[in-house]
């Protein structure tokens, strides 16, 4: 069965450093989504993208954030200078290419843990 | 008022018994409802859509309300492997794009 493949699976850094997380998205699809969630709390949205570009965007997805899709695969979130509360589990999702469709289901990543120090 | 609001439990229930969760939503105009499954640290894993028409999966059955706006999620004979949070999951078309929210989740634990 065809699944979100996120690396890594945990990723520690300093605060104010860059980080990189990776996702590679199910083959045939075309929504990409990050969502996070910090411990104890509810999923929160992120970012869609689709067709090279972003479609929306939460508050929590400041100027710090940015997301890309650098090939036919890949898709992946960079925190430019990570702050403590950053720390959460990043999850990337796609969905099937059912355009306006009312009825997408987002498949999800097993995540990333960032913890920032 | 909250866009998806679970009650967040926990729901400790014995094994066999039935529980149902509930879920509102404020924006009328949402049009696909899911619930999702999560286990501790692990990802959402779709349980089951929620048709107007309600529906059933095995032990589990989801009806929609949508002049109240609610949701709701009947688990039959529950199993020590239910036990998990259960996030309920709006779509909304929001500027031709899909508006994905989630809820807070209900923890359930099913108790030996």
């Known amino acids: 069965e065809p699944e979100v493949t996120q690396t890594p699976s945990h990723q520690v850094t300093q605060m104010g450093q860059e980080v990189i997380l990776r996702c590679v998205p199910i083959s045939n699809h075309l929504y990409f989504y990050w969502y996070r969630q910090i411990l104890g709390q509810k999923v929160e949205f992120l970012v869609s993208f689709y067709n090279n570009e972003i479609s929306e965007k939460s508050e929590i997805f400041d100027d710090q954030f940015s997301v890309e899709r650098p090939d036919g695969s890949n898709f992946t979130l960079k925190i430019r200078s990570t702050k403590l509360e950053d720390s959460a589990m990043y999850f990337c999702a796609s969905s099937e290419p059912g355009g306006l469709a009312t009825n997408e289901k987002l498949f999800f990543g097993s995540g990333t843990q960032l913890s920032v120090l | ?112």
């Open chain 2, 1 to 112: 008022r909250k866009e998806v609001e679970q009650d967040p439990g926990p729901f400790n229930v014995p094994e066999g018994a039935t529980v149902a969760f509930n879920c509102t939503y404020s924006n009328s105009a949402s049009q696909s409802f899911f619930w999702y499954r999560q286990d501790c640290r692990k990802e959402p894993k779709l349980l089951m859509s929620v048709y107007s028409s309600g529906n059933e999966d095995g032990r589990f059955t989801a009806q929609l309300n949508r002049a109240s706006q609610y949701i709701s999620l009947l688990i039959r004979d529950s199993k020590l492997s239910d036990s998990a949070t259960y996030l309920c999951v709006v779509n909304t078309n929001s500027g031709g794009y899909q508006k994905v929210t989630f809820g807070t989740g209900t923890k359930l634990q099913v108790i030996p």
